[in-house]
Structure formats: C-alpha cells, structure tokens
C-alpha cells in the first residue's frame, strides 16, 4: 500500500462515515450542542468585515466545485468559449481571493480580541487551520494551474464519482502537483472535523423558514389513552 | 372560534418602589451563570429614560416588531429571504455595549494586598475577559434620573411630547420619574418566533408561554433583534438564545413566577386571560389609535357562555375556565379597563399589562415657596379636572401604553383618581357628597365597583393577588415517561450538562 492508496482511497471512506456517523450522533443525541455560536454579541466591527465575505464567498465556491461535480458536461460546454471561460476563471478567482480575505479578517479577529479568544475551543484553532489551508491552496491552484474550471471535470469529477460508486481510483490523482493533492486532502479532512467542530452549522442552514408559517404554537404531548377530554 | 388560555401578569405601577427586588430574585433563579451574567429577563427601568438595553424602543435602529406594509402585516426586521441572506452578519442586534460588560470585583486583592500604607481596593474585572476594566454603564444607569441629560433627555417616547411639556421635566420642581418594570410580553403576535429562522421559538398553548427550545437554537440570533422588547438575549458562552420563562417551573407547582412573589411593592397580579386565536391577526393590523381596543377585545369574556363552551371545544381545561372568571388580571383589563398594554403599536400583543402611574401635579415657585399649580381650593378635584396639570405627561404615557392615543390612558388615570378621592372622602368624612358621586360617574365608575378597585390595589392577600389554575403535568409527560428513569436526574430537563458545542 502506498500514499497514494492510503489518502486518496482508504481515508475518504474513513472520513464520509466520520462524518456520517458522528453528524447523526450528534443531532440526535447532543443537539444543545450544535450551534453556529456567533461572536457578533462580542464583536461585531470586524465580524463585519470578515464573516459576510468569507461565508459569501465559500458558499459561492462550493456551488460551483457542487456543480461542476454533478453536471460537467455543462461546464464544458459552457468553457467552449474562451470568453467565457476567463470570465468563469476571473469570477471564481475574485471570489477565491475575496473569500480568503475574510477568512484572514476573521483569523486575525480571533487570535487578537481578548473578548473573542475566551470563546475559542482548540477545536476552533483545528478549523481555522483547515480553512486557511483550504482556500489558500485553492487561490494558488487557480493561479498557477489553469484553468481549474476546465480541468476539473476531467480530474476530480471522475475521481469523486469512482469515490461515491465505491469503485475509487486513487490513480487519478497520483499524478497531479502536490498543492492539488494536498487540497483535496485537506476537504476529506475538513469532512471528517465538521460533525466535531461548529462547521457542524452549515448543515442546519435554515432553508425550512422559507415555507413555515410565521407562529408556531406547541401544546403538550398528549397521551390519548389518559386524556379525560378524548 | 380558537380559544386559547394566557397566563398574564398585571403590573400595578403605582405601587412600584423601584427597589428591583424583582430583577435580583429574577437573575439569582436563572440567569446567575457563565454567558449569562448580563442578562436581565427582568429589569426596571427609570422613565423618562433610555432603559436596557439602551434605546431600546427605537425601532427605526434596533428594527424590532411588526409594522403594516402594503394592508399586511410584516417582521420590521426581515421578509423571510432577506432573514437568511443576514445569518452572517445581523446589522440590527445589539452589542454589548449597548447592554452593559458585565463586571465583578477583585474581591481577594483585599485579603492578599501585602500591608502598606494603604487600603487595598477591590478593582473591576470584566466577567468576559476577566481583565480590569472602567466602568461605564451598567442595567439600571440611569436609576432616579441620574445623569438624565444623557439618558432622560433621549427617551425615545419623549419624542413628540411638545418642547414646552420636556421644558419643564427639565425643572427641579417639576422633576418626574415613574419605574418600568419589564419582563417577556409573552405576545400573542410574537416577533421572535417569526424572526427565528430555525423555528426553534414557540408559544405553549395551554398557557401562553413563549420559549426558547435550545436544542433547535442555532445562533442566527435573529429573535433578539425582532423582539421589540429586546427580552431574548444571546448567551455568549453556549451560544443560544435565552429568554424569560415566566418561571414555567414555578407555575407548574401553583408557584407566581419570582418576580411576582418578591415584590415589594405588591405591584404584580397574575391570572388566566381567555383569547380568540383566529382575531390575532386582525387585531394586530388596526391604526394605531384603536391597537388598545383591539386588543381588549380579542380578550374573551370568561363570562359568556358561548366563550365557554367555545374554549371547551378548542381544548381549554375546566379549571382554567373558571380561573380566567377569577383572574385579576382580566378584572383589571377588561371590567375596570384600567390596565394597557406596553408599547401596543409594535403589535406584537403584548400580555403583560400595565395600569400607568398617577403623578403629582405640577408645582410653582412663588416667593422663594413651592405651591401647586392648582387653585388653593379643592386640590384633587381640579387634578381630577385637568390631567394635564399631572407631572408625568398624560402624551407620554399615552406614547408608552397606547400607542399615542390618549384617550385610554386619561380614562385609567381618572378613574383612579376618582377611586382616591371617593375612598378618602369616605374614610374621612364618612359621608360621601354628591360632588363626589358625581365625580365617578364622570370617571365611569360607581360606589361599589370603587370600592372593589380600592381593595384589590390596597389590600390583596398572596392568594388574591396570583390566582393560579392546576396545571395537570401529571397528564403529559410523567403519564409516558417512566418517573423511575429520571430518579437521581435533576428535575425533568437536562440530562446532559447543557455544554457549549465545539
Ligand atoms: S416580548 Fe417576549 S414574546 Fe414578545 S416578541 Fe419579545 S421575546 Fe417574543
Ligand atoms: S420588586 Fe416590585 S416594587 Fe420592587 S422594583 Fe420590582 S416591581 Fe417594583
């Protein structure tokens, strides 16, 4: 067994049913404890400054990588053109570099607010890492080996699929550079963290309020059977 | 019909002392903790004055309430889209600053200061950070007035009193404050549950209380700007949201909440309120001069025997039918029409009720003597005559209780006073006169009804006071759980430390 086996087939199997496992868990068992938990009571100037680019610009990007992983043929169809290729590249870019500004707003914010650092978990620290490693690998790729939105429907597109058909080919990754491995690396890590760590947000995100009703109202759980009024 | 029942607290403002017994019982039973030390579910406020957090009423900044747009009634704060697109960064919560950093002292620098010349000082820490900090604000600032160039001057309600009326509050003779108890509202319209984009705020339906489920909490904090009241607080330790709970426990053992019991001034009532559910909405959209009617009106009369058999039918016990027929609350609101409700135009529907405060009348320096501003004749008759000769502006009240209208408000206050001075008149004459008889019956009252408000503001016992139904837990959740499985639990909630998530 080699490298190439052991992080690109054995560890994302590992970390999808880490991240399976320890999410369910946790929703079931400890849901006190899922929570975005948000500064902004503490602090909010540089909140300002830092949360609504880097969570704008994540949550772009990763619609983006999410669409290219489940519809490449329209991405190729769409990069035919080369204008329209650069300014598919020069948008993400944009994003990349905006959301990664953020991110080093939000790092600095929390490593020098005496307010803010009482509220830090060495969990916290972990995912700050993470995520600083994550974008910064991934503006760098998009820089130096272009163009991503072109060569990643023939790279990770297939190589997620074999991942989630259970037929993994660790082989198509073997031969890229070493800042693509290690950000593909870095997302099983990611993966694996999330249901430990407050990432575990992002899958709360609150798309239900969109449809229910503005009251809601509760009465207690009834036991029929004891109920004098039935 | 959708009946529904309310446990309502009445608060006699009169009476109050302004000795915040109620905020201490209140934050030593539930808010004594780590994340929560700045938290005051209940508060008193000093009025005129910019209260807790700070400017609290100002909605065109904090965005809290309903406000009509368009015929229909909207979240001030958000339309449901925009509410999600804001998770990231919410512009209209307060900061802590705008509460208070909460703060402790230094207590053991006084036993290990080494021996010196002088007295050792217990310096302020930050209950945060625990680093030393000044000072600058705290809960209750402004108690009494203090520096009311600051807080009194920019009372939000004080805004379109005239300037000749604000004046004269500036005079020392003529200096008036009246407290301002506040807890939840317990809304029958609440903006918190609307605004919480979890669905994690809820109404219990048999009594009303409006709760934070901090299982489903995630932190968009979204109900703490849409409360108008600014009464759901965000814990900065567990990253929840907190709120009053009416001391739910407490009522559920035929306890009064613990702001009601230990009040001094035995300002507080609390009874069973019978509403419509369906008449919400309606209610809640009126123009602003008819909110108060509106909302006395979506109060049922416990009375009538449809009402009865109508709240049977959606499921209100027996017992509590027959409580809402005893509540104080509902004599208060709805037989005698004295209470209002706070601030009636965020259209929440506020549950708490409040009767405003009498002031005394304004006064004149003459030759270096105080004197009233009153022909030396009759006193009270003339304050009777000319509420505009009270200290506290009957505009403001109307601006704190009704919406601006003052209609409700001058009708509370005379029959108040008509109350006095019949009881007066009796006590010291024995004899009442025709002025006076006269006198409620312009106030819309008579001799007998005076003379119950009288013994219910004056001399209630703890069991007048909080008539409170059986709340029959023992037909919900120890009917199903196992009372063994929980022996050795404290009482029936956390299982698990309530610990903050990673
Ligand atoms: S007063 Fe209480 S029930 Fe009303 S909106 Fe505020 S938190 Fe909700
Ligand atoms: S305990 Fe009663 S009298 Fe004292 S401040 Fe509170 S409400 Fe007023």
């Given at each position: 067994m080699n490298f190439n086996t052991l992080l690109f087939m054995?560890?994302?199997?590992?970390?999808?049913?880490?991240?399976?496992?320890?999410?369910?868990?946790?929703?079931?068992?400890?849901?006190?404890?899922?929570?975005?938990?948000?500064?902004?009571?503490?602090?909010?100037?540089?909140?300002?400054?830092?949360?609504?680019?880097?969570?704008?610009?994540?949550?772009?990007?990763?619609?983006g990588h999410l669409l290219a992983l489940l519809v490449p043929q329209s991405l190729v169809i769409w990069n035919a053109a080369p204008l329209r290729l650069y300014l598919l590249e020069l948008t993400a870019l944009a994003l990349g570099i905006w959301c990664l500004a953020g991110l080093v707003v939000l790092t600095w914010?929390?490593?020098?607010?005496?307010?803010?650092?009482?509220?830090?978990?060495?969990?916290?620290?972990?995912?700050?890492?993470?995520?600083?490693?994550?974008?910064?690998?991934?503006?760098?790729?998009?820089?130096?080996?272009r163009f991503g939105s072109y060569w990643f429907t023939s790279v990770f597109s297939p190589y997620l699929w074999s991942i989630l058909t259970l037929q993994p080919q660790p082989a198509i990754i073997a031969p890229l550079p070493w800042v693509i491995q290690l950000h593909m690396l870095n997302f099983f890590v990611l993966l694996a963290v999330l249901p430990f760590s407050r990432l575990i947000h992002i899958l709360t995100y609150p798309l239900g309020y969109l449809l229910r009703p503005w009251q809601i109202v509760v009465w207690y759980r009834r036991v029929t059977r004891l109920d004098p009024r039935v | 019909m959708?009946?529904?029942?309310?446990?309502?607290?009445?608060?006699?403002?009169?009476?109050?002392?302004?000795?915040?017994?109620?905020?201490?019982?209140?934050?030593?039973?539930?808010?004594?903790?780590?994340?929560?030390?700045?938290?005051?579910w209940n508060n008193v406020e000093t009025r005129p004055g910019t209260g807790y957090p700070t400017q609290w009423e100002n909605q065109e900044h904090y965005r809290g309430g309903w406000e009509k747009k368009n015929g229909a009634l909207d979240l001030r704060l958000h339309s449901r889209a925009k509410g999600l697109a804001k998770l990231y960064y919410n512009p209209a919560l307060p900061s802590l600053e705008d509460y208070y950093e909460p703060f402790t002292f230094r207590y053991?620098?006084?036993?290990?200061?080494?021996?010196?010349?002088?007295?050792?000082?217990?310096?302020?820490?930050?209950?945060?950070?625990?680093?030393?900090?000044?000072?600058?604000?705290?809960?209750?600032?402004?108690?009494?007035?203090?520096?009311?160039?600051?807080?009194?001057?920019?009372?939000?309600?004080?805004?379109?009193?005239?300037?000749e009326i604000r004046a004269q509050l500036d005079e020392l003779e003529r200096v008036v404050f009246n407290y301002l108890p506040r807890i939840c509202n317990h809304c029958l319209n609440p903006a918190c549950v609307a605004a919480c984009p979890s669905g994690a705020i809820y109404k219990r339906a048999e009594d009303g209380i409006v709760l934070v489920n901090e299982n489903?909490?995630?932190?968009?904090?979204?109900?703490?700007?849409?409360?108008?009241?600014?009464?759901?607080?965000?814990?900065?330790?567990?990253?929840?949201?907190?709120?009053?709970?009416?001391?739910?426990?407490?009522?559920?053992?035929?306890?009064?909440?613990?702001?009601?019991?230990?009040?001094v001034g035995r300002i507080r009532y609390m009874g069973v309120l019978l509403y419509d559910a369906d008449k919400i909405p309606e209610a809640a959209l009126v123009p602003d001069s008819e909110l108060v009617a509106a909302q006395r009106a979506a109060i049922l009369d416990p009375f009538d025997p449809q009402v009865v058999s109508d709240a049977r039918a959606s499921g209100v016990r027996e017992d509590w039918i027959e409580f809402a027929q005893k509540s104080p609350?509902?004599?208060?609101?709805?037989?005698?029409?004295?209470?209002?409700?706070?601030?009636?135009?965020?259209?929440?529907?506020?549950?708490?009720?409040?009767?405003?405060?009498?002031?005394?009348?304004?006064s004149l320096i003459e030759d270096g003597l105080v004197r009233l501003d009153l022909a030396p004749e009759q006193h009270d008759f003339e304050l009777f005559q000319r509420l505009d000769a009270a200290r506290l502006p009957v505009q403001y009240l109307a601006n704190l209780f009704a919406a601006g209208n003052e209609q409700p408000v001058r009708y509370s206050l005379r029959k108040m006073l008509a109350v006095r001075l019949y009881m007066r008149r009796k006590s010291l004459q024995q004899e009442i006169d025709q002025a006076t008889l006269a006198l409620l019956t312009d106030a819309g009252t008579n001799p007998a009804e005076a003379e119950e408000i009288y013994k219910l503001t004056t001399l209630p016992s703890l069991s007048e006071r909080f008539v409170l139904p059986p709340y029959?837990?023992?037909?919900?959740?120890?009917?199903?759980?196992?009372?063994?499985?929980?022996?050795?639990?404290?009482?029936?909630?956390?299982?698990?430390?309530?610990?903050?998530?990673?």
């Open positions: 054995i560890f994302p199997y590992v970390s999808i049913a880490i991240f399976i496992i320890v999410t369910i868990y946790r929703s079931i068992f400890r849901p006190f404890t899922v929570s975005s938990l948000s500064s902004q009571l503490l602090e909010r100037r540089w909140l300002y400054w830092g949360s609504i680019s880097f969570h704008w610009g994540v949550a772009l990007i990763l619609t914010r929390r490593l020098s607010n005496k307010r803010i650092r009482v509220v830090t978990t060495p969990m916290d620290l972990v995912i700050m890492v993470l995520l600083l490693a994550s974008v910064i690998t991934g503006v760098t790729i998009a820089i130096v080996y | 959708n009946i529904r029942a309310q446990m309502s607290m009445l608060f006699h403002l009169d009476k109050c002392i302004g000795c915040h017994t109620c905020s201490v019982a209140c934050k030593n039973l539930w808010t004594d903790r780590k994340g929560a030390e700045y938290m005051w053991q620098d006084l036993f290990n200061a080494p021996a010196g010349d002088d007295q050792p000082t217990a310096i302020p820490i930050s209950l945060i950070t625990g680093e030393p900090l000044e000072i600058k604000t705290g809960p209750n600032w402004d108690d009494d007035l203090s520096g009311s160039n600051i807080y009194a001057r920019n009372d939000p309600s004080m805004e379109d009193v005239p300037p489903k909490c995630r932190a968009w904090r979204m109900c703490i700007a849409a409360c108008p009241y600014k009464k759901v607080f965000y814990n900065w330790a567990t990253g929840k949201s907190e709120k009053c709970i009416l001391c739910f426990p407490r009522l559920e053992t035929g306890q009064a909440p613990a702001c009601a019991h230990s009040c609350v509902y004599k208060f609101l709805k037989q005698w029409g004295l209470a209002l409700p706070l601030h009636p135009e965020f259209r929440t529907m506020a549950m708490m009720y409040y009767i405003p405060p009498l002031s005394p009348v304004v029959h837990r023992e037909m919900t959740i120890e009917a199903y759980r196992d009372p063994l499985t929980q022996k050795g639990a404290t009482g029936l909630g956390y299982l698990q430390p309530p610990a903050r998530g990673e």
